[in-house]
């Protein structure tokens, strides 16, 4: 198994199987995204969904298969951080903000480029990251709160602080969980705005419960089941197939 | 906006609290020497020599502190370090009795004549330099932290697991030390010291100057926590501290800065132990007893975890209150310390320092009620 193929494809996932004391989380599962594409993936309890984001990560170590991002890059030989250098931002199903930290450094702390620690230790903030993270602040709309601390921000302001570090991470693939969990509706149509907004220069894959929302989105859906692919395609073309109907109501 | 205040005002305050160390460091060594004794304002050198203690178990504290209040590593073997930086500041002081020890042996000093060495063991050479010292005092506790952080850090052992690494580590370098045959004066450990760089250690002078040493020493470990601190990777560490694994997700290599601030704290808890030793007069195993390292974490609870003031004054205050108790009511000191604890758990989750802004916040409060 060559570690490096050449493919179109910006994530490229083969046959990965991961397995929890015998439970086997996914199963032979094979996924492409393509660049610029927008995924949703959609999927009963247990189906895999978040297991897929952890291998995508580097949280988990796939048993077998083969994880390629951009057509080069191994991701089951690099760690969280390399993974994260190469660009592949997570969003997480809860709003996870430095709490002890100010909504600024937050983004600060997100900001893409420096990363090693004694690259950190003088560093002083140049006048480009400072036009970005006004930017960022703007478009977050978050200027007043940018001195208050991450613990005092709503849920609501969270998940946007979260979105605005993911911009400031600026990433080549977003991941993003369950982005709608705890909304209220007009929330929900807010948060597609504006992952259709980011799609536009990113590429996004969302994980997610809510039908609604992901008809919102109106993009390509991928439904797992039991750790594999089982359909593929519009939201009313899997809707209409059968095994999705019996998964998701025949139990 | 107002926690943008209140930072530059901690600014401030540990600037103010630099100053005030060098203060005292200053104050007490010339009010010892030029005050004649009798008058009131004479600081008698037994209060100089416990105050120059306190210093170095302050800066042991900050020690601590940089690892668990600002990066949530909570070692338990801090004390390991503060006693390998006595034995290399020992080393030196041995070596320069010479053949002023009892047996008058001009190369061995007298433990190694009496367990029958014949000649010095390797790891003694060089010790006879100051400045071989003076660096191995940086080196030797810099070198181990480096080695168990490296294993530690890299293979994600984190939480209760760290803390019980450092504790065995302790304990481990406490019965190695306790053996004759490691040429480290066994049991009965180094003592007997005569001069440093040629000034007899006994003297008030030397006293004074090694005192004074300490609170320079105190007040650059605070200089150099402030920054680090204060620093874009000071905000990097503490986010360590709250949420590890988002960082590894945001592309941070954790272990780094992890690694850099152990390290670090190591070799502060390196000098506070070399200044202690030719203060204290001796430097035996029981340095390396676990007890003390908890007792150090202890302090820097009372104090203020997370704070930059916070561990100074809590080593001060319950070594101050140490020296009281076992001296009045030596059986009580133990559960005096017990209860300590539970109380500044229970209490005081922000220690003394906290207890200020605690107050500040419940008047203020009253205050907003008062009008309605």
Redesign the interface.
């Known amino acids: 198994m060559s570690s490096t193929r050449s493919t179109s494809a910006l994530l490229y996932l083969s046959g990965v199987t991961v397995s929890f004391d015998g439970f086997k989380a996914l199963n032979n599962l094979s996924l492409l995204v393509e660049p610029g594409e927008m995924r949703a993936i959609i999927g009963p309890n247990g189906a895999g969904k978040t297991t897929m984001m952890d291998v995508v990560?580097g949280?988990t170590r796939p048993d077998t298969g083969e994880v390629v991002f951009d057509g080069r890059a191994d991701l089951t030989k690099l760690?969280?951080?390399?993974i994260?250098?190469l660009g592949i931002?997570?969003k997480?199903q809860k709003p996870?903000v430095?709490?002890?930290?100010?909504v600024r450094?937050n983004l600060?702390?997100?900001l893409a480029g420096?990363?090693?620690?004694?690259s950190?230790?003088?560093?002083a903030p140049t006048k480009a990251e400072n036009d970005r993270l006004a930017e960022i602040l703007s478009i977050i709309r978050m200027e007043e709160q940018q001195?208050?601390?991450g613990a005092r921000l709503s849920h609501g302001q969270k998940q946007w602080l979260e979105i605005g570090?993911l911009l400031a991470?600026d990433p080549k693939l977003l991941l993003v969980d369950e982005p709608v969990a705890g909304m209220t509706d007009v929330e929900t149509e807010t948060t597609a705005q504006v992952l259709r907004e980011i799609n536009k220069t990113h590429s996004v894959v969302v994980v997610e419960h809510d039908m609604s929302f992901v008809r919102a989105l109106g993009v390509k859906v991928t439904v797992l089941h039991e750790g594999s692919m089982l359909a593929e395609g519009t939201l009313d073309q899997v809707s209409a197939d059968q095994r999705v109907v019996e998964v998701y109501l025949g139990r | 906006?107002i926690?943008?205040f209140l930072w530059r005002g901690m600014d401030r305050n540990v600037r103010l609290f630099v100053l005030l160390v060098l203060a005292i460091g200053i104050a007490l060594p010339l009010l010892n020497q030029l005050v004649p004794p009798g008058s009131p304002f004479h600081v008698p050198a037994w209060l100089m020599q416990l105050m120059g203690k306190y210093l170095c178990y302050a800066l042991l504290a900050l020690a601590v502190d940089l690892v668990w209040g600002f990066c949530g590593i909570l070692s338990l073997g801090h004390g390991a370090f503060f006693a390998l930086g006595g034995y290399c500041m020992g080393m030196y002081l041995m070596r320069q009795i010479g053949s002023r020890g009892v047996y008058g042996n001009p190369l061995l000093p007298d433990f190694m004549v009496f367990l029958n060495y014949k000649e010095l063991p390797w790891f003694w050479y060089g010790f006879n330099h100051f400045w071989f010292a003076m660096i191995m005092v940086v080196v030797v506790p810099s070198l181990l932290a480096l080695a168990l952080g490296w294993f530690a850090f890299r293979s994600r052992v984190t939480g209760v697991y760290l803390s019980i690494i450092t504790q065995a580590m302790t304990f481990a370098l406490m019965l190695a030390f306790f053996r004759n045959d490691m040429g480290l004066g066994g049991n009965n450990g180094m003592t007997d010291f005569k001069e440093i760089l040629g000034f007899s250690v006994q003297a008030d002078g030397t006293r004074a100057a090694l005192y004074f040493a300490s609170a320079v020493a105190l007040a650059l470990g605070l200089v150099i926590s402030a920054a680090?601190v204060g620093?874009?990777?000071g905000?990097?560490l503490?986010?360590v501290r709250?949420?590890e694994?988002?960082?590894?997700?945001?592309?941070?290599?954790?272990e780094?800065?992890k690694l850099?601030v152990f390290v670090l704290s190591a070799a502060m808890a390196g000098v506070a132990g070399a200044l202690y030793v030719p203060q204290v007069g001796i430097i035996n195993p029981s340095e390396f007893s676990p007890a003390n390292s908890i007792e150090a974490v202890l302090w820097v609870a009372v104090g203020g975890r997370g704070t930059m003031i916070g561990p100074v004054i809590g080593a001060i205050i319950v070594n101050f209150g140490k020296t009281w108790l076992t001296g009045a009511l030596p059986e009580v000191w133990l559960f005096a310390l017990g209860a300590l604890f539970i109380v500044v758990t229970l209490l005081l989750p922000k220690g003394v320092v906290g207890l200020w802004g605690q107050i500040k916040a419940r008047s203020q409060a009253k205050k907003a009620r008062a009008p309605a």
């Open positions: 990560t949280k760690d969280e951080a390399s994260a250098t931002g997570r997480f996870t430095f709490e002890n930290h100010t450094d600060v702390l997100a420096l990363r090693k620690w004694h950190l230790l003088l560093a001195h208050m601390l570090m991470q | 906006m926690t943008r680090i620093s874009r990777f905000k990097a503490t986010a709250d949420a694994s988002r960082m590894r997700f945001l592309g941070y290599r954790v780094g800065y850099f």
